[in-house]
């Protein structure tokens, strides 16, 4: 029996991409050969390839001007790239949790890294608005969504230097304004794939103009080559760009990321408001800064006691997933594109029997 996945990344992906997988597996379409079997140079490939960038660029409507790549090493790799091609004198960044701190650590080895804004000190629980950002930082790093901690932010706004955008767990989930961004890089194991494959979209003239003229970089760690060779100078992740092909067709026959966004308020507005409600249960998060797609939750005071019991009742109502990151405990239901309002009414109705259990 399949279960209500709350997975963090790898997730809950679409039955479609499941079954279509799992048949491309056997035979990519009629040409005699499995998706792990064909060659990433075929015509067979290229146009699964062809289909991914093609959905990619239509379903977040990318400008002209950028490439969308498919490559290795996850989005941690990304956050050494990131400052090993741009960062000359000084980068700005803005500290929301684990990732964006991992990106902090990482730029520190190549220059300058002013951190511009933090809500480390009220335990990463709201998403800082309003920064100054210094008009010499050769860019600003944003993690739009925090996946450990479950916050989120949702405009999307120009600001005097490039923004770079780490959108692992929130891409595809609602409409973004692309213009806004020079790139925009993600693993894709959360809202678009199987784990084994980063996503970036990246301005043509930005990873060209503003690279660093005066370091030595690696071929295979140079934006510029991915762009020039279009993501082919090496063997790409062919299966996991497969999946993520799959995911956005079924992406856009759900409405687009405007459909994606629709039922991530949807779910989200119901599992909020039964941590309101339920005397069991509080949410972490400031309203304003709540993931849509990471939502932590803990036990109400006096009854952390019982954390256990709950994630055991959850496990034995075909939940899994719920339990907190390894490094701040409590819940987190992770409810990324494919998770169903079906999948959010069983973890509802979980936490009120708990509750009329216990009560
Ligand atoms: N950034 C964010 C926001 C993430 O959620 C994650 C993974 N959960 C990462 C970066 C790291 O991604 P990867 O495991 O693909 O390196």
Same mark, same amino acid.
């Given at each position: 029996?399949?279960?209500?996945?709350?997975?963090?990344?790898?997730?809950?992906? &679409?039955?479609?991409? /499941?079954? !279509?997988? $799992?048949?491309? #597996?056997?035979?990519?379409?009629?040409?005699?050969?499995? @998706?792990? %079997?064909?060659?990433?140079?075929?015509?067979?490939?290229?146009?699964?390839?062809?289909?991914?960038?093609?959905?990619?660029?239509?379903?977040?409507?990318?400008?002209?001007?950028?490439?969308?790549?498919?490559?290795?090493?996850?989005?941690?790799?990304?956050?050494?790239?990131? &400052?090993?091609?741009? /960062?000359? !004198?000084? $980068?700005?960044? #803005?500290?929301?949790?684990?990732?964006?701190?991992?990106? @902090?650590? %990482?730029?520190?080895?190549?220059?300058?890294?002013?951190?511009?804004?933090?809500?480390?000190?009220?335990?990463?629980?709201?998403?800082?608005?309003?920064?100054?950002?210094?008009?010499?930082?050769?860019?600003?790093?944003?993690?739009?969504?925090?996946?450990?901690?479950?916050?989120?932010?949702?405009?999307?706004?120009?600001?005097?230097?490039? #923004?770079?955008?780490?959108?692992?767990?929130?891409?595809?989930?609602?409409?973004?304004?692309?213009?806004?961004?020079?790139?925009?890089?993600?693993?894709?194991?959360?809202?678009?794939?199987?784990?084994?494959?980063?996503?970036?979209?990246?301005?043509?003239?930005?990873?060209?103009?503003?690279?660093?003229?005066?370091?030595?970089?690696?071929?295979?760690?140079?934006?510029?080559?991915?762009?020039?060779?279009?993501?082919?100078?090496?063997?790409?992740?062919?299966?996991?760009?497969?999946?993520?092909?799959?995911?956005?067709?079924?992406?856009?026959?759900?409405?687009?990321?405007?459909?994606?966004?629709?039922?991530?308020?949807?779910?989200?507005?119901?599992?909020?408001?039964?941590?309101?409600?339920?005397?069991?249960?509080?949410?972490?998060?400031?309203?304003?800064?709540?993931?849509?797609?990471?939502?932590?939750?803990?036990?109400?005071?006096?009854?952390?006691?019982?954390?256990?019991?709950?994630?055991?009742?959850?496990?034995?109502?075909?939940?899994?997933?719920?339990?907190?990151?390894?490094?701040?405990?409590?819940?987190?239901?992770?409810?990324?594109?494919?998770?169903?309002?079906?999948?959010?009414?069983?973890?509802?109705?979980?936490?009120?029997?708990?509750?009329?259990?216990?009560?």
């Amino acid at each position: 029996m399949r279960k209500h996945i709350f997975n963090a990344g790898p997730c809950k992906l &679409p039955d479609s991409t /499941l079954e !279509n997988t $799992a048949k491309a #597996v056997m035979e990519l379409g009629n040409c005699g050969q499995s @998706i792990m %079997e064909v060659s990433h140079r075929s015509k067979d490939f290229q146009l699964v390839f062809d289909e991914a960038v093609e959905l990619f660029k239509e379903l977040l409507n990318i400008p002209e001007n950028y490439s969308v790549l498919f490559l290795g090493g996850g989005a941690s790799t990304q956050f050494a790239t990131i &400052p090993f091609n741009f /960062l000359k !004198n000084k $980068a700005a960044y #803005v500290n929301t949790g684990t990732w964006s701190s991992g990106a @902090i650590k %990482e730029a520190k080895l190549f220059g300058e890294v002013e951190v511009i804004a933090s809500s480390e000190d009220k335990g990463y629980t709201f998403y800082p608005q309003n920064f100054e950002v210094p008009a010499d930082a050769d860019y600003l790093h944003l993690t739009s969504n925090n996946t450990i901690r479950g916050t989120e932010f949702f405009e999307d706004k120009a600001y005097d230097v490039p #923004v770079i955008c780490d959108m692992s767990s929130d891409i595809m989930s609602r409409p973004v304004d692309v213009s806004k961004y020079a790139m925009i890089y993600g693993g894709c194991q959360k809202n678009l794939g199987a784990a084994g494959v980063t996503f970036v979209i990246i301005n043509n003239d930005f990873a060209e103009k503003n690279l660093v003229a005066d370091r030595v970089i690696p071929t295979m760690w140079k934006y510029t080559t991915h762009i020039n060779k279009g993501s082919m100078n090496n063997t790409p992740p062919c299966i996991n760009i497969f999946t993520v092909k799959e995911t956005l067709k079924w992406v856009k026959a759900n409405g687009g990321c405007a459909g994606m966004e629709k039922l991530a308020i949807e779910r989200c507005d119901m599992l909020y408001a039964e941590m309101e409600r339920n005397s069991m249960f509080r949410p972490v998060v400031e309203e304003g800064s709540r993931s849509r797609m990471n939502i932590p939750f803990v036990m109400a005071e006096g009854k952390e006691d019982l954390m256990q019991e709950f994630l055991d009742f959850s496990v034995s109502k075909n939940i899994v997933g719920i339990k907190g990151h390894r490094s701040v405990g409590g819940f987190r239901a992770s409810t990324y594109n494919a998770c169903t309002i079906t999948e959010v009414e069983a973890l509802v109705a979980a936490m009120k029997e708990f509750e009329s259990m216990k009560a």
